[in-house]
């Protein structure tokens, strides 16, 4: 029989191995990574206090400013792609061009906890002046125990999880009206089969239900909120999503209010 087309290997290379193939990391070594991940993980949380603090002056002064540019924050939250799409409803944003004021009141104790300020002038809507989403932390119990560095961090912190550690509260909106109730208008519906909404209904679901399944306030608290020039001038927030929509379906869904003129585009929705 002919070898043609049998590839032989060469001499000894079954005896060859990946040197790095067989690493083994010791007891002791493994101790030293984690340590390290750990001081890493402190050094982190002590730069992002420092940075909240020297930045809070800032925002202070720049939230006068804004107070006097007419619908700044609707037009920034709506350059956001998320918030967008969750605030689809023309209803929706008619409430929302109400909103003179948006302001994130950071916890004193576990600053990544916080509460988001939605504040509104006189509307047709809600009685409300303003509208508040908490997410709460709860410490584990071990953090009872525990004293804090001279930075105020505890080795709980360290150990800190989103999903574990902290809670998002409801709040109630006093509707004036129950025409003018958009929870009740575009409800929230859920899919039994994951129990995720599989439709948002009215941005106004965000804060009158305890869960945030969609982490809109956290965009906003880490996102819109810190670059929200940059979100009402349009240069960001419009090129995250991935989508093959006609651009023609911008034209044809017009929007009854003028949320978009100060931006130089809109944000593609799926």
Not at 89 to 101: F, P
Not at 129 to 134: A, P
Not at 181 to 204: A, Q
């Amino acid at each position: 029989m002919s070898g043609q087309g049998i590839k032989r290997s060469s001499p000894g290379a079954e005896d060859e191995k990946n040197p790095l193939g067989d690493v083994e990391l010791s007891d002791e070594d493994a101790q030293k990574l984690q340590s390290l991940q750990k001081d890493f993980a402190r050094t982190e949380l002590v730069l992002e206090r420092r940075a909240q603090e020297k930045l809070l002056p800032f925002f202070e002064k720049r939230r006068t400013a804004l107070k006097s540019i007419p619908k700044f924050w609707p037009v920034a939250l709506m350059n956001h792609n998320m918030f967008a799409l969750h605030a689809q409803h023309n209803a929706d944003q008619v409430a929302l061009s109400y909103l003179e004021d948006v302001w994130i009141v950071r916890d004193p104790v576990e600053t990544r906890c916080f509460v988001l300020e939605f504040h509104f002038k006189e509307n047709p809507y809600f009685s409300n002046s303003v509208l508040k989403k908490e997410y709460k932390y709860v410490p584990p119990p071990a953090a009872a125990n525990e004293k804090p560095d001279e930075d105020g961090i505890t080795e709980s912190m360290l150990d800190f999880s989103w999903e574990r550690d902290v809670e998002a509260k409801a709040f109630k909106i006093d509707w004036k009206d129950e025409s003018k109730n958009l929870t009740k208008l575009y409800p929230r519906v859920i899919d039994e089969e994951d129990d995720m909404p599989s439709d948002s209904g009215s941005i106004f679901n965000f804060f009158e239900t305890g869960d945030d399944q969609f982490d809109i306030g956290v965009l906003i608290a880490n996102d819109v909120f810190p670059e929200a020039i940059e979100y009402f001038l349009g240069n960001a927030g419009g090129d995250d999503i991935d989508s093959e929509d006609d651009e023609s379906d911008d034209d044809e869904n017009e929007e009854e209010i003028d949320l978009e003129k100060p931006r130089p585009k809109k944000p593609r929705q799926k």
